[in-house]
């Protein structure tokens, strides 16, 4: 495929390290980001060679920009691991900062779950609302906004649970957990890929965690920073 063949954007890439320097800044002891050009094109080579052995495009092994929207920045690092090895790694930069919010919605008793169809996995999963924090917007307005847009209820009280990262292999994205008491609940929002609502009791929702009916990590996270607490 001809997609496969395409290279990263490396212009844009050198780009970023002087506008966003931060990107490329690493603890010591650490995985270092390579920026020194001989540097980068060693590990490239590395990597060229190892994929040339799983039969892998020559562009699989360059470094840049993978892709680039309002919402993500996927980029391809040239790094020195610990023992001294050469080699690439991905990860995604999300634009908002990484912050997010998950919401475990509670309405007379009952947790709130949605049915969402996910592009990324191709089917569809038991979920609790989240959503990215906009610009100008703090983590509870966050939390109104999504139970508003994805269940059409409205939160009369609100608990901060705790914060977890998402993908730690790839992205550098995070949610901040909360427990919401609904006063009401409304229409999924379909527009978002949410095809139903679905409420069941926190014992219920338990059996589920063990039976496999719910697989959503933010939900099983939620649930379980709740429950450790004791709110559900």
Do not use: K, W
């Not at 994805?150 to 009369?156: I, N, S």
């Amino acid at each position: 495929m001809e997609g496969t063949r395409r290279r990263a954007d490396y212009r844009r890439y050198r780009q970023l390290v002087e506008s966003r320097p931060e990107l490329f800044r690493r603890p010591a002891g650490g995985i270092d980001i390579l920026l020194d050009e001989a540097d980068i094109r060693a590990a490239m080579r590395t990597v060229a060679r190892r994929n040339r052995a799983r039969g892998l495009p020559p562009a699989a092994s360059s470094v840049g920009v993978l892709a680039e929207d309002s919402y993500i920045l996927a980029l391809r690092d040239a790094v020195r691991f610990p023992d001294g090895s050469l080699g690439t790694h991905n990860r995604v930069v999300y634009a908002n900062d990484a912050r997010g919010v998950g919401v475990l919605p509670l309405f007379e008793g009952r947790i709130v779950l949605l049915r969402v169809f996910r592009h990324a996995i191709g089917r569809f999963l038991l979920e609790i609302p989240r959503g990215s924090v906009e610009a100008g917007d703090g983590l509870e307005e966050t939390v109104l906004r999504e139970i508003a847009e994805e269940t059409g209820g409205h939160v009369a009280t609100l608990a901060h649970l705790g914060q977890s990262f998402c993908d730690t292999s790839l992205s550098n994205a995070g949610l901040d957990y909360f427990l919401a008491e609904l006063s009401g609940v409304g229409e999924p929002q379909l527009s978002e890929g949410i095809f139903g609502i679905v409420q069941v009791t926190p014992g219920r929702f338990a059996e589920m965690l063990v039976e496999g009916g719910v697989e959503d990590a933010h939900a099983v996270n939620a649930f379980c920073m709740a429950r450790l607490r004791g709110l559900v």
